[in-house]
């Protein structure tokens, strides 16, 4: 028996939702199969543009680490052959560790006839992202698996709640060619942060939500701000001044990091002005020796949805 499942790569943060907000893409999406075996043992083999870029160690492989865990939860004996098919790049702010995480517990879960709690499952991927990222945090895990525009309100349990994108709104993504790792960024983060900063983290969020209410792009745009991490990690993005500028002479009404990086995105209006913002800001990159790789995406679905 063998099920492949098919996980997003996701927007987090989203300018002033640190940890808490996150947004799934309709490409690219990382697969994993997996396939039982009758001997009681985890093989990986992994494949796609980036797979040379991940370990085949079950215990430092992220999706391998998922599957066991919902292997554990079975009374199966039984072991499984794991092939991952990495098209997220690592270290590309777009949830790479998350998709394959949650990939392949979809795929055990499947293959195994189990019903787990999606409560359930959003904790053994997180656990499984934090190998790879440093910490366990479900703002990339949770839209890869639920899919859409998701918040997180609560880690342990997890609790999550869903908000709905206008089918009209298009995201211009950009991924320079540069590597952010998740660990060295969360590493620069101070422990404390001045209370002006909080508080106008909170005024850009609750501004976020109510543009959203209202469908309101160019509102929703204008709260993509953030005082807790991005400023600290700026120079782990030294193009993103360079980027915006860009942008915005594209008629992007902002430009905002993705995670910690080095992926860009911009909210747009439809698919049109989506792709000329992604082609300003290549083509801006490309002038300072940068390539780029850009998506024009909506809020695409989760790996429950995805899957043959």
């Given at each position: 028996?063998?099920?492949?499942?098919?996980?997003?790569?996701?927007?987090?943060?989203l300018?002033?939702?640190?940890?808490?907000?996150?947004?799934?893409?309709?490409?690219?999406?990382?697969?994993?199969r997996?396939?039982?075996?009758?001997?009681?043992?985890?093989?990986?083999?992994?494949?796609?543009?980036?797979g040379?870029?991940?370990?085949t160690?079950?215990?430092?492989?992220?999706?391998?680490y998922a599957?066991?865990?919902?292997?554990?939860?079975s009374?199966?004996?039984?072991?499984?052959?794991?092939?991952?098919?990495?098209?997220i790049p690592?270290?590309s702010?777009?949830?790479?560790?998350?998709?394959?995480?949650?990939?392949?517990?979809?795929a055990?879960m499947?293959?195994l006839?189990l019903?787990i709690?999606e409560?359930?499952?959003?904790?053994?991927?997180g656990?499984?992202?934090g190998?790879?990222a440093?910490?366990?945090?479900?703002?990339?895990?949770?839209?890869a698996?639920?899919?859409?525009?998701?918040?997180?309100?609560?880690?342990?349990?997890?609790?999550?709640c869903?908000?709905?994108v206008?089918?009209?709104w298009?995201?211009?993504?950009?991924?320079?060619h540069?590597?952010?790792k998740?660990?060295e960024?969360?590493a620069?983060l101070?422990?404390?942060?001045?209370?002006g900063d909080?508080?106008a983290?909170?005024?850009?969020?609750?501004?976020?939500?109510?543009?959203?209410h209202?469908?309101?792009?160019e509102?929703?745009?204008s709260?993509?701000?953030?005082?807790?991490?991005?400023p600290?990690r700026a120079?782990?993005?030294?193009?993103?001044?360079?980027?915006r500028k860009?942008a915005?002479?594209?008629?992007?009404?902002a430009?905002?990091?993705?995670g910690?990086?080095p992926?860009?995105?911009?909210?747009?209006?439809n698919?049109e002005?989506a792709?000329?913002?992604?082609?300003g800001?290549?083509?801006?990159?490309?002038?300072?020796?940068?390539?780029?790789?850009?998506?024009?995406?909506?809020?695409?679905?989760?790996?429950?949805?995805?899957?043959?």
């Amino acid at each position: 028996m063998e099920y492949t499942a098919y996980a997003p790569a996701t927007l987090s943060n989203l300018g002033p939702g640190f940890d808490v907000l996150g947004l799934a893409l309709d490409q690219p999406r990382d697969e994993v199969r997996v396939t039982l075996l009758p001997e009681p043992n985890l093989k990986i083999s992994c494949g796609g543009p980036y797979g040379d870029r991940i370990p085949t160690d079950p215990q430092k492989n992220v999706a391998g680490y998922a599957a066991n865990r919902v292997l554990a939860l079975s009374d199966r004996t039984q072991g499984m052959k794991l092939d991952v098919i990495k098209n997220i790049p690592p270290g590309s702010g777009l949830g790479s560790s998350a998709a394959s995480s949650v990939a392949a517990a979809v795929a055990a879960m499947r293959v195994l006839e189990l019903t787990i709690p999606e409560e359930t499952l959003l904790e053994i991927a997180g656990a499984a992202e934090g190998i790879a990222a440093g910490a366990a945090h479900l703002d990339n895990v949770a839209p890869a698996l639920l899919g859409g525009f998701v918040g997180v309100m609560q880690t342990t349990p997890a609790r999550i709640c869903r908000f709905t994108v206008p089918s009209s709104w298009r995201f211009a993504v950009i991924l320079p060619h540069k590597e952010v790792k998740t660990a060295e960024a969360r590493a620069v983060l101070p422990e404390m942060v001045p209370m002006g900063d909080a508080i106008a983290n909170l005024r850009h969020l609750t501004g976020l939500f109510h543009a959203l209410h209202e469908e309101n792009l160019e509102n929703f745009a204008s709260h993509l701000h953030d005082k807790l991490a991005i400023p600290y990690r700026a120079p782990l993005l030294p193009f993103f001044e360079t980027a915006r500028k860009a942008a915005e002479g594209a008629g992007a009404y902002a430009l905002q990091v993705s995670g910690s990086g080095p992926a860009l995105f911009s909210p747009c209006p439809n698919r049109e002005a989506a792709a000329q913002v992604c082609d300003g800001v290549k083509a801006a990159l490309a002038a300072e020796g940068i390539g780029a790789t850009t998506y024009v995406s909506t809020a695409g679905d989760g790996a429950l949805e995805l899957g043959s």
